[in-house]
């Protein structure tokens, strides 16, 4: 079984930026305790846009995730406050 590899990209609006990079801070703690997170990281472009960079040891794992509390927490959260839609890439090792 491969690991599932994600990066999803949130574009705030200027205003927002930082209540939602503080929120997105606050859920990885909780998502980081889910079954099958291998790695959940926040990281910032120059640009102001916030990655998440994940990690899930099945594609299954990262499913069950995208259903539980916490991402319900964030799209709560992000309405209204974002430039463009979040982007979410999910990816598998080439080798």
């Not at 930082?18 to 990281?43: F, M, P, S, T």
């Not at 991402?71 to 979410?88: A, H």
Request: proline fraction near 4%.
């Amino acid at each position: 079984m491969k690991t599932c590899t994600v990066v999803a990209t949130f574009t705030p609006n200027p205003q927002n930026l930082i209540e939602v990079k503080e929120l997105l801070l606050d859920v990885a703690k909780d998502v980081r305790l889910e079954l099958g997170c291998l790695l959940y990281d926040l990281y910032e472009e120059v640009s102001g846009k916030l990655m998440f960079i994940e990690a899930w040891e099945s594609r299954e794992l990262w499913e069950i995730h995208n259903n539980a509390p916490t991402v319900g927490r964030i799209l709560e959260f992000i309405d209204g406050k974002l430039s463009e839609p979040v982007v979410v890439q999910e990816m598998y090792a080439a080798n």
